[in-house]
C-alpha cells in the first residue's frame, strides 16, 4: 500500500527543494511513496499521463517503439530524477514507456 512522504524526503528531491512548508503541505497530500519490483512497467506509450514519478531508490528505462515494432532504449532514469512529467504538462498521452531496471 503506498505510503505518505515526508517533507524532510521531499526536501531533498531537487523538484520539491525550494519549497516553503506550506507549499510542501500542499505537495504531501498529493505523493505517496510505492516500492516497485525490477522489471514493473510503470506506464505505456500512448496511455493517459496521471502521475509524475520521482525515482527515489533504483532506476527506470525509458523506451519508445520503433516504426519496426523494436523497442528503443532512450534515457536512464537515476534516484533523484522524474520520469513522467510531460504528460501532466501537456495533457496529452505518454509518448514513451517506463519499465524499473531494478
Known amino acids: 500500500m503506498p505510503e505518505q512522504v515526508d ?4 526536501k531533498r528531491i ?3 527543494s ?3 512548508d506550506a507549499e510542501l503541505d500542499v505537495i504531501t497530500k498529493r505523493v505517496f511513496e ?3 519490483k525490477k522489471g ?3 506506464f505505456v506509450e500512448g ?3 496521471e502521475v509524475i514519478y520521482v525515482v527515489l ?3 527506470v528505462d525509458v523506451s519508445k517503439k520503433t516504426k519496426t ?3 528503443k532504449l532512450l534515457a536512464q532514469i537515476c534516484p533523484g530524477e522524474i520520469v513522467g512529467e510531460m504528460s501532466i504538462i501537456d495533457s496529452g498521452t505518454r509518448t514513451a514507456s517506463g519499465r524499473t531496471n531494478t
Do not use: I
Not at 517533507?7 to 521531499?10: A, D, K, T, V
Open 40 to 42: 514493473s512497467m510503470l
Open 7 to 10: 517533507y524532510e524526503r521531499l
Open 57 to 59: 531508490e533504483g532506476g
Open 18 to 20: 525550494g519549497m516553503n
Open 14 to 16: 531537487c523538484l520539491f
Open 34 to 36: 510505492k516500492q516497485y
Open 47 to 49: 496511455m493517459a499521463g
Open 69 to 71: 515494432g523494436e523497442e
